[in-house]
C-alpha cells in the first residue's frame, strides 16, 4: 500500500516541480508555454478527479494497491497529453475561457474526455458501420462516472460486455450491493437488443430484460385460468399486447412490434435472465 502512495504522489510532485522551475528548465517560447498549460490544467482536473476516487475508495473500504498504482498510471497519461495537446494548439488556450475548461474537463472527468476523442479518431480513421457502435453508457439507468470507472478496471468497457458479467462474481469484485449489479445487467442486456428504443420503453415502464419477458409472456399466455380469475388475467393479457403496440407505434409500426415479440421470445428461453428474475424475487 505504501509503495502505492508514493508512486501516486510522483506524477503531482513532478507537476508541482516543473511549473515552479520551468523558467530554468524549459525555454520559454509560446508553444511551449501552450504546453505547460496544457499540463498543469488537465495535472489540476486529474488531482481533483483523484482525491474523489481515493475518497470513495476509502469509504467503501477498498483502498488497495493496485488501484493506487493504476490511478498513477492515467494521471501521469492524462498530464502527458494535456501537454501535448497544449503544444498541438488543439484548443485555443489564449483564445475566451472554454478551451482551460477542456483542459481542466480532460483531468477531471477522464472516461468522458478519452471516450469523445477515441470516437474523434475513429470517425477520422476507421468509421465504425451502422449498429456496430459501441452503446453508450447513459443509456444505462442509475449508473455514475465514478461507478463506470470502476467497471472498467475490471475490463467492462461497454454496456455490451457488462450485459454478460457474472452477477456474484461483479459484486464480489466491486463490493457494490447485489441487488444493483443484477439491476445493472438487466438494463445492459435489453438495451443490447434495443439500442437507442430503451428510451421508448421505458415510458412503458419497461427498463429491463426480465421487465420485456414479463410482458411477453402476459401478451402470448394461452393458458386457461380459473374462472374465478378469467376476467383479471384477461385484463392483464390485453394491457401487455397494448403495451406492445404502444410501443411499436412510437417507432415503426408493425414491424417493430414483430421485432419486439422476438426478442421477448428470445429473452424468455435465456438463462441469463432466468437468474437475473432469480434474484430479483429472492427464489435462487
Same mark, same amino acid.
Given at each position: 500500500m505504501l509503495l502505492g502512495a508514493l508512486v501516486l504522489a510522483l506524477p503531482f510532485l513532478g507537476l508541482a516541480?516543473?511549473?515552479?522551475? =520551468?523558467?530554468?528548465?524549459?525555454?520559454?517560447n509560446?508553444?511551449?508555454?501552450?504546453?505547460?498549460?496544457?499540463?498543469?490544467?488537465?495535472?489540476?482536473?486529474?488531482?481533483?478527479?483523484?482525491?474523489?476516487?481515493l475518497i470513495l475508495r476509502i469509504w467503501?473500504?477498498?483502498?488497495?494497491?493496485?488501484?493506487?498504482?493504476?490511478?498513477?498510471?492515467r494521471s501521469f497519461l492524462l498530464m502527458m497529453m494535456g501537454y501535448a495537446l497544449g503544444l498541438m494548439g488543439v484548443f485555443q488556450l489564449r483564445k475566451g475561457i472554454l478551451a482551460p475548461f477542456l483542459y481542466f474537463g480532460l483531468g477531471l472527468f477522464p472516461a468522458l474526455g478519452l471516450e469523445i476523442?477515441?470516437?474523434?479518431?475513429?470517425?477520422?480513421?476507421?468509421? =465504425?458501420?451502422?449498429g456496430a457502435e459501441y452503446l453508450k453508457w447513459e443509456y444505462l439507468d442509475g449508473v455514475t462516472n465514478f461507478d463506470i470507472e470502476r467497471l472498467k478496471t475490471l475490463g467492462i468497457f461497454n454496456i455490451q460486455q457488462l450485459a454478460r458479467v457474472e452477477p456474484g462474481w461483479l459484486s464480489l469484485c466491486t463490493h457494490y450491493p447485489l441487488a444493483r449489479v443484477v439491476d445493472w445487467i438487466d438494463q445492459a442486456l435489453l438495451?443490447?437488443?434495443?439500442? =437507442?428504443?430503451? $428510451?421508448?420503453?421505458?415510458?412503458?415502464?419497461?427498463?429491463?430484460a426480465t421487465d420485456l419477458r414479463m410482458l411477453y409472456r402476459e401478451a402470448t399466455r394461452s393458458d386457461l385460468p380459473d374462472l374465478n380469475k378469467l376476467d %383479471?388475467? =384477461?385484463?392483464?393479457?390485453?394491457?401487455?399486447?397494448?403495451?406492445f403496440k404502444d410501443i411499436a407505434n412510437m417507432k415503426r409500426g408493425k $414491424?417493430?412490434?414483430? %421485432? $419486439?415479440?422476438s426478442i421477448g421470445s428470445s429473452l424468455?428461453?435465456?438463462?441469463?435472465?432466468d437468474l437475473l428474475d432469480c434474484f430479483h424475487n429472492r427464489r435462487c
Open positions: 516541480l516543473l511549473l515552479t522551475t =520551468e523558467q530554468r528548465l524549459l525555454p520559454i509560446p508553444i511551449n508555454k501552450d504546453g505547460l498549460l496544457g499540463l498543469a490544467l488537465a495535472g489540476s482536473g486529474v488531482y481533483a478527479y483523484t482525491i474523489g476516487l467503501a473500504g477498498t483502498l488497495s494497491t493496485g488501484f493506487l498504482l493504476t490511478t498513477a498510471i476523442l477515441h470516437r474523434r479518431f475513429r470517425q477520422v480513421f476507421a468509421p =465504425e458501420p451502422p438495451i443490447t437488443y434495443l439500442r =437507442e428504443d430503451i $428510451l421508448s420503453a421505458r415510458q412503458f415502464g419497461i427498463r429491463s %383479471e388475467s =384477461e385484463r392483464s393479457r390485453r394491457r401487455a399486447g397494448q403495451a $414491424l417493430f412490434q414483430e %421485432e $419486439l415479440l424468455n428461453d435465456d438463462v441469463l435472465v
